[in-house]
Nanobody
Framework: QVQLVESGGGLVQAGDSLRLSCAAS????????MGWFRQAPGKEREFVAS????????YHADSVKGRFIISRDNAKNKVYLQMNSLKPEDTAIYYCATHGRPWSDISTHTDDYAYWGQGTQVTVSS
């Protein structure tokens, strides 16, 4: 079993920055791709960013490319999402997730992820 706990969300103004963290426990963190997703009220959960098991590969959704950066620290069993130049449309609950298969590459598909955190709220005011 894997436990994922997100933190770092909050209420900010447009143009501000936030850094989300996701702490993993219960299973070897290394060797699994990780992802960040978000869900706004009334909308489906959408992909934000993914990072390969090694950290060498990353992919960001077009809507956040150039503003958000995913990274991981395998020694600390953590994955991060640095969010800069935040916009009101970034308002959502942000979830981290771990891929279901070891030695996995990046993935944008929710079905590829086996474990999810409880989410952290990010609210961006205009």
């Amino acid at each position: 079993q894997v436990q994922l706990v997100e933190s770092g969300g909050g209420l900010v103004q447009a143009g501000d920055s936030l850094r989300l963290s996701c702490a993993a426990s219960g299973r070897t963190f290394n060797g699994y791709a990780m992802g960040w997703f978000r869900q706004a009220p009334g909308k489906e959960r959408e992909f934000v960013a993914s990072i390969s098991w090694s950290g060498a590969g990353t992919y960001h959704a077009d809507s956040v490319k150039g503003r958000f950066i995913i990274s991981r620290d395998n020694a600390k069993n953590k994955v991060y999402l640095q969010m800069n130049s935040l916009k009101p449309e970034d308002t959502a609950i942000y979830y981290c997730a771990t891929h279901g298969r070891p030695w996995s590459d990046i993935s944008t598909h929710t079905d590829d992820y086996a474990y999810w955190g409880q989410g952290t709220q990010v609210t961006v005011s205009s």
